[in-house]
């Protein structure tokens, strides 16, 4: 969808729906080693040190409250807040019979559901730390060496799974062989059902702040992933930041499909929704477009105040709102904030985004993102003022310090404050290693002041350090900044980019093409013609050879998300599509390209 002239000038004087942010507050000192350091002073609640402490509140002063939801049949599965704490209690007597407590972990290998919620609180009030993983290392078809190297490293004393039958391969392997398995639902003997659990004799929670809550595995893209050390103060005080950064009372409605195997949609949504006594439904759908259908239908059901997505489910949505707008009226009928995280997102979804909420109400809604990493509580940084840009990764969360460290032409970000890991389970080198000098998290970012005259103006996203490499001629290719400002030349056409070239004479793209916006285009031909003219647009605007692309290729079909190449969160594991596709790079950097090959 291209924005015409009128509507362009609509988007530029709409008003912004309220956000409810509290002010923006930033001290910035300029250190003589050329570092810069800004830090957040607006005081935090510190009232909750484990995660259990927000359910217990919530439980009195909002007993009726849906604080859970998921889909049963037409309808929806609920469970409020006072029953929440009842059955935790229930299931943390089920599983300290089991033997679970500090130091011996509980595996999770399931979907989001109420089912998992209960479960990992219950475990997480008796100390027990929970450790999810991606179920995509466990379902049907799955490579279980990911999961063989999850269980070497977390060493679980039980598994939970939703579904056993999904999970039966991972189940009946020698990975798993030994573990109890509770399970929602199974037909396999020996299995405890999690109904069978909330018959026991309730216990109250008795984690410490300073136990272990979580054991996240870290995404792999530079190298084996590592368990991220969670504890229950850090996680507590994360989900206080981020409530600081906004004055508003009210309780937040979300529709999540975030997966709990991540930071972003175990802290930054679920535990953030539970600190604010708010309610989540779960969405099982997921950023592609053969399941993104069942994120619709949520949408057409719940009307968020909060919305959080990946830029490919927002790439997605953003068609879905323009053709249907009963959807749009329903969507933009409350949501005060709307959020994407993951990855970079392009200028142009934003805007489309945009045009139709001015349309339906009147009204442009704030984008935001957040910043960090599950390193980092996740949220390290967010966008918390009025914005439509994106780009931004914001500044810090109150009680933040962010160093700004000159790494070469670029300042990678690292991170001071009360929600950073103490560090990788088992592996003190790569602990030591991950902080620097003055105790700062080196998260790997590059990063730049927006506004060098205004630091209050943000900071800008510059690029993953670890994922960027350089042409023969030595010329720096920033491949993450490269890669948002290919797909959105690309009009729509492009879903995503791996970008490549490490060594080559320039930079080449392979492309993963958008099938909603190819139809609607008429056919690949039409979407190969779009493509290269937007690419051949962005080449003449680009400042240098790292920021032109050279040659393109055009994919059959989407990432795998089975093998990991496209994560939970629904970005592209750089690294990981480059190893899988050879033949498609020996054909992108032929000598001779071709008939396929975009050549520019």
């Known amino acids: 969808m291209d924005l015409d002239a009128e509507l362009?000038?609509?988007?530029?004087?709409a008003p912004f729906r309220d956000a409810r942010y509290a002010p923006r507050r930033l001290e910035v000192e300029h250190r003589a080693d050329g570092a810069i350091l800004l830090f957040n002073p607006t005081p935090y609640d510190t009232t909750a040190l484990t995660t259990l402490q927000p359910l217990a509140r919530w439980s009195v002063e909002a007993a009726d409250r849906i604080w859970l939801a998921e889909r049963d049949g037409e309808g929806w599965r609920t469970v409020t807040y006072g029953e929440g704490e009842r059955r935790v209690a229930a299931l943390a007597g089920g599983l300290s019979g089991l033997g679970l407590g500090p130091g011996r972990p509980l595996l999770i290998l399931s979907r989001n559901g109420i089912d998992h919620a209960l479960?990992?609180?219950?475990?997480?009030?008796?100390?027990?730390?929970?450790?999810?993983?991606?179920?995509?290392?466990?379902?049907?078809?799955?490579d279980l060496s990911r999961l063989a190297h999850a269980v070497s490293v977390l060493k679980p004393a039980a598994v939970l799974v939703d579904d056993a039958a999904a999970f039966r391969g991972a189940l009946d392997s020698d990975v798993l062989a030994g573990l109890p398995v509770i399970a929602s639902v199974s037909d396999r003997p020996g299995d405890l059902l999690?109904?069978?659990?909330?018959?026991?004799?309730?216990?109250?929670?008795?984690?410490?702040?300073?136990?272990?809550?979580?054991?996240?595995?870290?995404?792999?893209?530079?190298?084996?992933?590592?368990a991220v050390i969670c504890?229950?103060?850090?996680?507590?005080?994360?989900?206080?930041?981020?409530?600081?950064?906004?004055?508003?009372?009210?309780?937040?409605?979300?529709?999540?499909?975030?997966?709990?195997?991540?930071?972003?949609g175990a802290n930054a949504i679920l535990h953030m929704v539970t600190h604010r006594g708010g309610t989540l439904y779960i969405d099982a759908g997921q950023p592609t477009p053969a399941r993104f259908a069942q994120t619709v239908r949520n949408l057409r059901e719940v009307a968020p105040t909060y919305h959080n997505m990946v830029p490919a489910g927002w790439a997605l949505f953003a068609g879905e709102l323009e053709r249907d707008e009963a959807l749009a009226r329903m969507f933009f009928s409350r949501v005060r904030v709307?959020?994407?995280?993951?990855?970079?997102?392009?200028?142009?979804?934003?805007?489309?985004?945009?045009?139709?909420a001015v349309r339906t109400v009147g009204e442009k809604i704030t984008f935001a993102t957040g910043f960090g990493s599950t390193e980092t509580g996740p949220t390290a940084c967010n966008i918390h003022w009025l914005n439509e840009r994106t780009g931004l990764c914001g500044l810090p969360v109150p009680g933040t310090r962010i160093k700004l460290a000159p790494e070469g032409e670029k300042y990678e970000v690292r991170v001071k404050g009360p929600q950073v890991c103490s560090g990788y389970l088992g592996r003190p080198e790569a602990t030591a290693g991950a902080f620097d000098e003055d105790g700062y998290y080196r998260l790997g970012d590059a990063a730049k002041l927006a506004d060098p005259g205004d630091p209050a103006a943000g900071l800008i996203f510059d690029g993953r350090l670890v994922e960027n490499f350089k042409l023969a001629s030595g010329t720096f290719v920033a491949s993450g900044a490269l890669r948002v400002t290919a797909v959105s030349a690309m009009g729509g056409a492009a879903s995503d980019a791996i970008v490549c070239g490490e060594g080559q004479e320039g930079v080449g793209l392979l492309i993963f093409l958008d099938p909603p916006h190819v139809a609607s285009l008429g056919g690949e031909a039409a979407a190969r013609e779009q493509i290269r003219a937007g690419l051949a647009r962005m080449n003449a605007e680009a400042k240098s050879g790292g920021g032109r692309i050279a040659r393109a290729?055009?994919?059959?079909?989407?990432?795998?998300?089975?093998?990991?190449?496209?994560?939970?969160?629904?970005?592209?594991?750089?690294?990981?599509?480059?190893?899988?596709?050879?033949?498609?790079?020996?054909?992108?950097?032929?000598?001779?390209?071709?008939a396929d090959i975009l050549v520019f």
């Not at 362009?8 to 004087?13: E, G, Q």
């Open 8 to 13: 362009v000038a609509d988007l530029k004087t």
């Open 119 to 142: 479960i990992a609180y219950a475990a997480m009030s008796q100390g027990c730390p929970i450790a999810p993983v991606s179920p995509q290392y466990g379902l049907a078809g799955a």
């Open 194 to 226: 999690v109904e069978s659990l909330l018959a026991s004799a309730p216990v109250a929670p008795r984690a410490q702040p300073t136990d272990t809550a979580k054991l996240l595995l870290t995404s792999g893209s530079t190298g084996l992933p590592k």
């Open 231 to 264: 504890e229950h103060r850090q996680t507590a005080a994360n989900a206080a930041q981020i409530e600081a950064c906004f004055d508003d009372p009210d309780p937040p409605v979300v529709v999540s499909a975030a997966p709990w195997s991540h930071s972003l």
């Open 338 to 356: 709307l959020q994407y995280g993951g990855a970079s997102m392009p200028q142009s979804v934003c805007d489309r985004i945009q045009a139709v």
């Open 553 to 594: 290729l055009i994919l059959d079909g989407p990432p795998d998300p089975v093998s990991g190449e496209i994560t939970d969160k629904g970005y592209i594991n750089q690294a990981m599509a480059r190893g899988r596709r050879p033949a498609e790079l020996a054909r992108l950097f032929a000598d001779t390209p071709d």
